[in-house]
């Protein structure tokens, strides 16, 4: 099993932190928050390691009829991945929603396709997330919907985001074993089912030992992101943290 750190724990000046962890771990990246040359520079600090992009979200909404870049922006993004040699791009389908469901999910898929077309001529592995918030009204694709996307997009593979299924109300081992082989990365991170706070392993309410139980026998593929965005300070305790983890739940 292959883990991963996002650099939403360290933003900003602190983000020279991640040059110190272990090269045994990934490191995914938010692309949106530097140019080019700050990646490049940043990438070559990390040293040879497996990376992952997640691709814009903040200023990207695949819903939103009044955004018309959306593909240069999806385009650019897939260029540097291709550049980085990243492992995989995720994708999100919508922010904030406004309108008539239906009408809105068709938009994203349609969206959706040049997305993966652009995806196939870079050469980039496209990863759809879950997204959306009961708590902020914003689901689109709710569980049904976003397993049948795996059988319109199957070149795509699907990324869990553990706390956006929990606030949503999923239940987390049994999505697992839907997605099984397609399931090829997950967010992982805690909550306690009222919002999407990014905290640590058992600082929340998910049942850590089923979720783990169903990824090793039904998705050991899955490349496992940490995506906290606060509990740690420095890598030196984040690992020790991992390792904790590794060995409680034997993966």
Not at 193 to 217: E, M, R, S
Request: hydrophobic fraction near 40%.
């Amino acid at each position: 099993m292959q883990f991963e750190v996002s650099d939403l724990l360290f933003p900003g000046f602190t983000k020279d932190a991640m040059k110190r962890l272990d090269k045994q771990y990934g490191i995914e990246f938010f692309y949106e928050f530097g140019k080019d040359y700050y990646w490049k520079q940043q990438v070559e600090e990390w040293g040879e390691r497996a990376l992952s992009i997640h691709a814009p979200c903040v200023a990207l909404n695949l819903a939103d009829s009044k955004q018309k870049n959306y593909a240069r922006v999806i385009e650019k993004t897939f260029a540097y991945a291709q550049k980085c040699k990243a492992d995989f791009v995720v994708v999100h389908t919508n922010e904030a929603i406004e309108g008539d469901k239906e009408l809105l999910r068709a938009r994203v898929i349609r969206r959706l396709r040049q997305v993966m077309n652009l995806g196939k001529r870079y050469d980039v592995k496209v990863l759809i997330e879950n997204v959306g918030l009961r708590t902020k009204n914003n689901v689109l694709f709710d569980l049904p919907e976003y397993v049948a996307l795996f059988d319109i997009f199957p070149q795509a593979g699907a990324l869990l985001d553990t706390g956006h299924a929990h606030v949503n109300g999923w239940d987390i081992p049994a999505v697992v074993k839907a997605l099984g082989e397609r399931l090829a990365a997950c967010h992982v991170h805690d909550n306690d089912g009222n919002g999407d706070a990014h905290l640590p392993v058992g600082q929340g309410d998910i049942d850590w030992k089923a979720y783990f139980g169903a990824v090793k026998k039904y998705a050991p593929q899955a490349t496992q992101v940490f995506e906290y965005c606060c509990g740690f300070n420095n890598t030196k305790d984040l690992e020790a943290h991992i390792a904790e983890l590794k060995e409680d739940y034997k993966l």
